[in-house]
């Protein structure tokens, strides 16, 4: 009999959580939560939003929501043999399902700016 953790994720969009999915996915000791949620991604339901960048290398702050009530790194966050509940950041804007807009404002205005540029030449 294989070890399973459940993830139950709140969904929605733009700040409206109109629902609850749980997955059940494979556990082995050492995965990360992000290792859980790409699983269920990749093998049970591609519609769930996610956001990572760099993998566990926790640079990119990109995975951040929240685990049991807590907010971490869903890329360092352990994975563990029970259920654990998924939602979003609850002091950022909401975009869909655990994805948030992280990054601070000033800095999608210059990352904007610093595209337009690029694109104008
Ligand atoms: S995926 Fe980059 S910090 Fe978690």
């Known amino acids: ?8 994720v709140r969904r929605g969009e733009g700040g409206q959580m109109t629902t609850t999915s749980s997955y ?8 990360s939560v992000l290792d859980g949620l790409r699983y269920v991604r990749a093998h049970l339901d591609p519609t769930v939003a996610i956001r990572h960048s760099c993998l566990s290398a926790n640079t ?5 929501i929240q685990v049991d009530g807590k907010v971490d790194y869903a890329c360092t966050a352990r994975l563990e043999p029970r259920e654990m ?11 869909r399902d655990l994805v948030t807009e ?13 595209a337009r540029a690029k694109a104008e030449g």
Do not use: F, W
């Not at 009999?1 to 139950?8: D, E, K």
């Not at 990119?60 to 951040?64: A, D, H, I, L």
């Open 102 to 114: 992280v990054a601070p404002p000033d800095e999608r205005l210059a990352h904007a700016l610093a």
């Open 24 to 31: 059940e996915v494979p556990y082995t000791p050492g995965q």
């Open 85 to 95: 509940l998924l939602e979003p950041l609850g002091n950022k804007a909401h975009l």
């Open 60 to 64: 990119c702050k990109e995975c951040m």
């Open 1 to 8: 009999m294989s070890i399973t953790a459940t993830l139950t």
